[in-house]
């Protein structure tokens, strides 16, 4: 049982599991009822995604973008999601994503590393 972690939109894996969408807004000219079906995503967890304000910088300074998400993934509310998804991992197979297409310039890759600090397993 583990994690995955996805680009939003892109075919799933075998034993994917249920995939969480973890961005601000749902995809552009696509019915909700389409959403899982065109493998954006099962559910979605806009709590996880970055705020608004900071998206925007992730443009212009990925260190301190990236600073300042972790800083917003301590929030109590964020705080509890996180360890739900942690604790789950250990039973369950599930993917969470994000519609960048470079991880490494997107939050779930810092979304994977706090998921990691709070002992979730990876797939």
Not at 27 to 36: E, I, L, N, Q, T
Not at 97 to 105: A, H, K
């Given at each position: 049982m583990a994690i995955r972690i996805?680009?939003?939109?892109s075919a799933r894996a075998t034993k994917e599991g249920?995939?969480?969408?973890?961005v601000r807004r749902p995809?552009?000219?696509?019915?909700?009822?389409?959403?899982?079906r065109r493998n954006y995503y099962d559910v979605w967890?806009?709590?996880?995604?970055p705020s608004a304000r900071l998206v925007a910088r992730a443009q212009k300074n990925w260190p301190g973008f990236a600073k300042a998400y972790?800083?917003?993934?301590?929030?109590a509310a964020a705080e509890r999601l996180i360890a739900l998804l942690a604790a789950l991992s250990q039973e369950a197979d599930f993917s969470v994503?994000?519609?960048?297409?470079?991880?490494?310039?997107c939050h779930r890759s810092i979304l994977r590393e706090v998921?990691?600090?709070?002992?979730a397993r990876f797939a």
């Open positions: 996805v680009r939003l939109g249920l995939r969480l969408g973890t995809p552009r000219g696509v019915r909700k009822a389409d959403y899982a967890l806009p709590e996880l995604a972790r800083r917003e993934m301590e929030a994503g994000c519609y960048c297409e470079d991880e490494e310039r998921l990691a600090e709070h002992g």
